[in-house]
């Protein structure tokens, strides 16, 4: 099976932490050169140095906020002259809990400003370079609740389901070009967003945030939380060779919690 990404350029969004970071660390360790893209500079400095590098691999990061579209756009325009892209991880961190009724309207504006256009602005920046290298790879990290809505995250699900038919849309558009456009949907996973839901579900239910952890564990078959480096495992397979005929799908990595097929 061929997992081999060396002369690949990815470009990871979200990368200084959580199941970005650790996909930029899988995407090096297959060999491909990683741009890493977040707003905080110094961590990215410090994520790129953690990068293997193997013989003629070379890592970089470009400085973004997801809250500002247009100063994305500017920024990618300069990043990407003269430099192709094979590999798009879109991966945003989903917006604050909630009941869906109560949410401000601003609160999905914002929501949509930072993952749907967000993301087709990154996408109508690399597509060119994927159509020009015969190859292209266009993950979209989201969520399960686009086959389940989660309870609690009303402006989440409304987002995240608008991101998955977006994605297919483009899978069939961009299909016959050697790009493939597919979600990956990460169940519980061991990162701050994780941290903070345990938190506001602890708060409310009366209960210590121990107690409502293992709670969560045990609605997934699993019995436990998934490892950020667990997700990053199926997206870097997805961004392969080997997976060049998968287009346009959902991939729950969920320990089996989601109840639908």
Known sequence: ??????????????????????????????????????????????????????????????????????????????????????????????????????????????????????????????????????????????????KQPIDGLGVSNTIRGAVANWSKTLANELGPFGITVNNVLPGFTLTGRLTEIIQKKAQKLGKTEEETAEAMKLTTPAHRFAEPNEIANAIAFLASPAAGYINGINVPVDGGRTKSL
Do not use: W
């Open 1 to 146: 099976m061929d997992l081999n990404l060396k002369n690949k350029n990815a470009l990871v969004c979200g990368s200084t932490a959580g199941i970005g970071k650790a996909t930029a660390l899988e995407l090096a360790s297959l060999g491909a050169n990683v741009t890493l893209l977040a707003r905080n500079e110094g961590k990215l400095q410090e994520t790129v140095a953690t990068l293997s590098t193997h013989e003629g691999q070379e890592h970089d990061y470009i400085i973004a906020d997801f809250n500002n579209p247009e100063a994305l756009k500017s920024t990618l325009i300069e990043a990407t002259f003269n430099k192709n892209y094979h590999i798009l991880i879109n991966n945003t961190g989903g917006p604050a809990g909630g009941p869906i009724f109560s949410a401000e309207v601003g609160e999905f504006k914002k929501a949509f400003t930072q993952h749907l256009v967000c993301n087709h602005i990154l996408v109508q920046n690399v597509v060119q370079g994927m159509k020009e290298e015969g190859y292209g790879r266009i993950i979209n990290v989201i969520s399960t609740s686009v």
